[in-house]
Nanobody
Framework: QVLLEESGGGLVQPGGSLSLSCVDSGRTWRTMAVAWFRQAPGKEREFVAAIPWSGGIAAYADSVRGRFMISRETAKNTTYLRMDSLKPEDTAVYYC??????????????WGQGTQVTVSS
């Protein structure tokens, strides 16, 4: 069973940084791709970044490319999202997901509960 739990969200000023973590306590996602999505109030959930199970080439949304970095440490069953140069429009609930791998939320079977990121001065 895949059980995902995010952490690391919080309040940060514009231009600041945050690092999110996603742990699979079920220890069964080693062959799955992992992605981060986000959902702002009143908006649809959108793709942020994804990384294949092998930890190879990652994919990013245009809005975060060059500012965010996704990585995973399979020995610790953990995937990270490093977020730099944060903007107010990055404010959202961030979710990690595990599944087949894609920019579509429908490709991911397992989801965490989300962690709030707020970018504000």
């Amino acid at each position: 069973q895949v059980l995902l739990e995010e952490s690391g969200g919080g309040l940060v000023q514009p231009g600041g940084s945050l690092s999110l973590s996603c742990v699979d306590s079920g220890r069964t996602w080693r062959t799955m791709a992992v992605a981060w999505f986000r959902q702002a109030p009143g908006k649809e959930r959108e793709f942020v970044a994804a990384i294949p199970w092998s930890g190879g080439i990652a994919a990013y949304a245009d809005s975060v490319r060059g500012r965010f970095m996704i990585s995973r440490e399979t020995a610790k069953n953990t995937t990270y999202l490093r977020m730099d140069s944060l903007k107010p429009e990055d404010t959202a609930v961030y979710y990690c997901a595990a599944g087949l791998g894609s920019t579509s939320a429908r490709a991911y079977e397992y989801w965490g509960q989300g962690t709030q990121v707020t970018v504000s001065s």
